[in-house]
């Protein structure tokens, strides 16, 4: 089966950075993806780690360690739009190579 | 930027009716899923569609659930016999390939069974 976790909920400071971790058991692994979703709306791709390091695209950067079963998210620059849930993804190629096994996100408010 | 378009937005029916939920994935992408997100949950794999056929499908996905690709640029969910507790908010996505191909979603429909 599998297991994702991430904090529920997160405060941060607008121009602030912040870090939101994800750990994961699973089966296989096949890559993890980071989506943002604001309420209502549909999840939007943000980043996505297969190898072990960190992958810079803007704002956000996300980090993974597979022997460890750890990723991070990070947002540096916080605005005030960034305030959103965040889902962890894990590909699972145990179970075939195609659906997203996701968190139940975290919930990042940011505060003037 | 291409997007998958999901109809209707927001659907009530009552508890037993048929519901069929639509989407047209980005037209270039070959896989296609369909998620469901129960209010205040996390988003949950139902089923993904490759080569006009169900390539995986969760536990969720049971009988009364079908999928169909009637034509070149629609995708199909069927709900059979809708329970109430089928309420939430179903999500088409859409990906190139199964590699380092991020699946895009749809703006979701919120189900809402009476």
């Known amino acids: 089966g599998q297991n994702i976790d991430q904090p529920t909920e997160m405060t941060a400071t607008e121009g602030a950075i912040v870090q939101i971790n994800c750990t994961y058991q699973t089966s296989g692994f096949n890559g993890l993806f980071w989506y943002q979703q604001h309420a209502g709306e549909a999840p939007t791709f943000l980043s996505y780690?297969?190898?072990?390091g960190l992958e810079e695209k803007g704002r956000f950067s996300s980090f993974l360690s597979r022997s460890k079963g750890y990723s991070y998210l990070l947002l540096k620059e916080l605005q005030m739009k960034d305030s959103a849930s965040y889902l962890c993804?894990?590909?699972?190629?145990?179970?075939?190579?195609?659906?997203?096994?996701f968190g139940t996100g975290t919930r990042l408010t940011v505060i003037p | 930027e291409p997007e998958v378009t999901q109809t209707p937005s927001h659907q009530v029916t009552q508890m037993g009716q048929e519901v069929i939920l639509r989407c047209v994935p980005i037209s270039n992408h070959l896989y296609f899923y369909w998620y469901r997100q129960i209010l205040g949950q996390k988003v949950e794999f139902l089923v993904s569609f490759y080569n006009n056929e169900i390539s995986e499908k969760s536990e969720i996905f049971d009988d009364q659930f079908s999928v169909e690709r009637p034509d070149g640029s629609n995708f199909t969910l069927k709900i059979r016999s809708t329970k109430l507790e089928d309420s939430a908010m179903y999500f088409c996505?859409?990906?190139?390939?199964?590699?380092?191909?991020?699946?895009?979603f749809g703006d979701g429909t919120r189900l809402s069974i009476l």
């Open positions: 993804a894990v590909r699972d190629e145990g179970t075939g190579a195609n659906n997203l096994f």
């Open positions: 996505a859409s990906s190139e390939s199964t590699s380092n191909q991020p699946q895009h």
């Open positions: 780690n297969v190898l072990d």
